[in-house]
């Protein structure tokens, strides 16, 4: 499908496909022929034997080899096939090698390539399940008509050119018009699937994978230096020619020989923090430990006799503290940090003059409402998107609008056709960043190292074309405000498919691409895809999870990269080098191959400079992050992160031996594991000996294989399994196999388009593990937290790249409702996964998660839960500043020792911390007063709207999160003040410590000095409240000084409700006593 052929609208279960604003274009260009017996290595012709067949060279995969390279790498080589690493068998007349005493003589290439029985073998194991594939599809046998008929563009979506289509509604009717001559495969019958031998190594199947690559540059650079040492012996003692001489060709082979070498070296590398940093750091750690286990001791069994209730509630809570304090602390054991080579991985995947070998990236954006998400910040981030540093080829823009909103259409339309003009001006000058909103308004010398005379013209001409550009979507925003009754139109007059958006049609519309994609230079730009999925009544969306698991789908009909990465739409790339950034890790063959996703840590822009609420998450990003990127990797946070797109499909990593070792936790509890007979079998190769470190064999149930295979030989999934796992859909399914990308080259071209209507349909995932084992996981409204816990559950590890130029940035809601809105949220889905099947607290337990980055996990799902003694911790000094009592008894000099260490320990392991982090004392105070806040508030409400979601069925609605474009000035969104209940609870535990500490300094001079002591403690921890919810009265006060009467009014009744109580039943005080002070003489007795 091209950039002009017109959006398409269907519905794959009413048989409906329309092509909506058709413009003709020419014929289509001629498909590539890719069936040359070429060799590999050389490129020279695979040649023939002496019976005139041709050469094969491998018995197993018949990669293309020559002779010539063919012994050479049975002499000098690994004497294995590069692409199936089978050893290599002897042919007649070729010289012997060591181990071929252990083969035959006879080569039987007859019956090992007999593609006849071949066929039948396939039909065999096809069976009943053809009849199953056509008819459980219900797809009409008629053929449908193209919604296409320009020429075709390479990885997109080529059709034939001679037939038309209907620009009505409706269902389609049969054609009659003749077809271009081209291999045709029926989409009805199911996918061929290779049977795959689990001796070799799974993982290496396909022209493209890494290994392969550096050995034909290894042969390559071997045979440079070898023709040099021949030119240097034929030239002995003849002089220098021309200038060059032996001194030149010296050079010349220590160029070869250094760039060989730094192609080999790794493209990152872990930078460990100084021991001076972490050993001081842990050994607190530990002696906080020892402290905190002797302070709960004398806390458990030291009671206060006359408050004893004070007392109990203290204790518990104290003890839940410190459980969360370990789960918290001991993910942070080892922290690292980790840097790229960018020039490396141009050297070995994007040399100049060579096509690229960078793999290919689709960057998915998720929107919903643009009146809460406005377009112009959109608009940004895909313009960043199609700006980045990055082949134009190898790079698919797909934007997710789940409110199939046109004017998130047509803003969309107006992005690609600036995009000619933005991107051409980014790579010419190099801008960072590359969103104009946020480059424009930049306050710094934007002519620093700009040498180009014309930059000043074309900068202040490409401002003007961006003020133009934001006019026109105003313009688009103010008409949207209010929707006609007969429903939008489109420019064509034609009505809008997604009018009601819980009962629309999917929606996809090519804007760029190769064709009709030219920028004003003409050079070609990235893909921009718009996907609008199907909704119906009757069936469950899934929200977020769902909306991104149809575009893996439909991005694999249309494009199939082999990496994924999303962004939120408000978050633009602040570093245009920021895939290449993750592709340092995802093609190094040390970690690509267990790696399931890169993620960058968040920043924003718009904050104030205080960052009152702690929107930074500074805490979170460069400490927790960074401590779990030395474990196995950092949780999924939901936003700027580069996936595996064979992870997301529920495949196994790929395994060395020493990842398949228990952890050291495990190793000093449990000793080493012995392997069985069954690991061996998985792992190992009995017959050759030889260890496989690669698995790339989904994880399916064993209900799902075929009965009657030999695992030894073979692993065969056949077409009813695939179905019940993918959908029904063999071009997707197809596209599952292809492990570095592309569409596959058995694809139909023309049953693309409707294939892709077909994924995003609502009914699709229906009895599939969509959402269960594949994708975006279903199950929470934090749906990233389940999606990365899932991950690493089965083996795979996640990297933190955080590059001196921040890759991503975005904006964050800054006044105080919005933020314990989004807090809410967090929380909440943090409930569900804790109350569910795939809580960590008992899930996965396979041996493949390691134990602090379960605790990490266990801590993320069950941080809500600490608002409850949070809330009662913050109390207690109200009370017993209002009762004069006290939750700690009269201590010794010894014990009060515990009490002065465990501070001791605190302060010293939060210094520590911000050591070797680099994070600033002001954002550890913000994270520490907001951790109060939202305890006392959000994680409280969290905690009882997840209990009745779970156990009353009553849901929670999603609210999307406001964007803001401040355009009332600097941070004022900040003093905005929106009504909402979570106010509520922490201004109540506010105003109840407030008029505690009144109600104790009171009592405490009208009973003269000797109350002044006791005084204090309780003081202490009224006054450690009350700063910690400062920035939260902050926020009640506003701009102005003024704070809603609803608020005042609920708080002080309440406050005044708990204090008069708690005065009238006086708990704390026996009968006997009450009735003494009742008979004592008063002061005229």
Known sequence: MEASAGMVAGSYRRNELVRIRHDSDSGPKPLKNLNGQTCQICGDSVGLTASGDVFVACNECAFPVCRPCYEYERKDGTQSCPQCKTRYKRHKGCPRVDGDEDEDDVDDLEDEFSYQGMGKARRHWQGDDVELSSSSRHESQMPIPLLTNGPQVSGEIPTPDTQSVRTTSGPLGPTEKNVQSSPYIDPRQPVPVRIVDPSKDLNSYGLGNVDWKERVEGWKLKQEKNMVHMSNRHSEGKGDIEGTGSNGEELQIS???????????????????????????????????????????????????????????????????????????????????????????????????????????????????????????????????????YPVDKVSCYVSDDGSAMLTFESLSETAEFARKWVPFCKKHNIEPRAPEFYFAQKIDYLKDKIQPSFVKERRAMKREYEEFKVRINALVAKAQKMPEEGWTMQDGTPWPGNNPRDHPGMIQVFLGHSGGLDTDGNELPRLVYVSREKRPGFQHHKKAGAMNALIRVSAVLTNGAYLLNVDCDHYFNNSKAVKEAMCFMMDPAYGKKTCYVQFPQRFDGIDLHDRYANRNIVFFDINLKGLDGIQGPVYVGTGCCFNRQALYGYDPVLTEEDLEPNIVVKSCCGSRKKSKSGNKKYYDKKKGIKRTDSSVPMFNPEDIEDGYDDERSLLMSQRSLEKRFGQSPVFISATFMEQGGIPPSTNPATLLKEAIHVISCGYEDKTEWGKEIGWIYGSVTEDILTGFKMHARGWISVYCMPPRPAFKGSAPINLSDRLNQVLRWALGSIEILLSRHCPIWYGYNGKLRLLERLAYINTIVYPITSLPLLAYCVLPAFCLLTNKFIIPEISNFASMWFILLFCSIIATGILELRWSGVGLEDWWRNEQFWVIGGTSAHLFAVFQGLLKVLAGIDTNFTVTSKANDEDGDFAELYIFKWTALLIPPTTVLIVNLVGIVAGVSFAINSGYQSWGPLFGKLFFALWVVAHLYPFLKGLLGRQNRTPTIVIVWSILLASIFSLLWVRIDPFTSDSTKSASNGQCGINC
Request: hydrophobic share 45%; net charge neutral; aromatic share 12%.
């Open 255 to 389: 160029f070869l020989l250094n760039r060989a070498d730094d192609a080999r070296q790794p493209l990152s590398r872990v930078v460990p923090i100084p021991s001076s940093h972490l050993t001081p750091y842990r050994v607190v750690i530990i002696l906080r430990l020892i402290i905190l286990g002797f302070f709960l001791q004398y806390r458990v069994t030291h009671p206060v006799k006359d408050a004893y209730p004070l007392w109990l509630i203290s204790v518990i809570c104290e003890i839940w503290f410190a459980l969360s304090w370990i789960l918290d602390q001991f993910p942070k054991w080892y922290p690292i940090n980790r840097e790229t080579y960018l020039d490396r991985l141009a050297l070995r995947y994007d040399r100049e003059g060579e096509p690229s070998q960078l793999a290919p990236v689709d960057v998915f954006v998720s929107t919903v409402d643009p009146m809460k998400e406005p377009p112009l910040i959109t608009a940004n981030t895909v313009l960043s998107i199609l700006s980045v540093d």
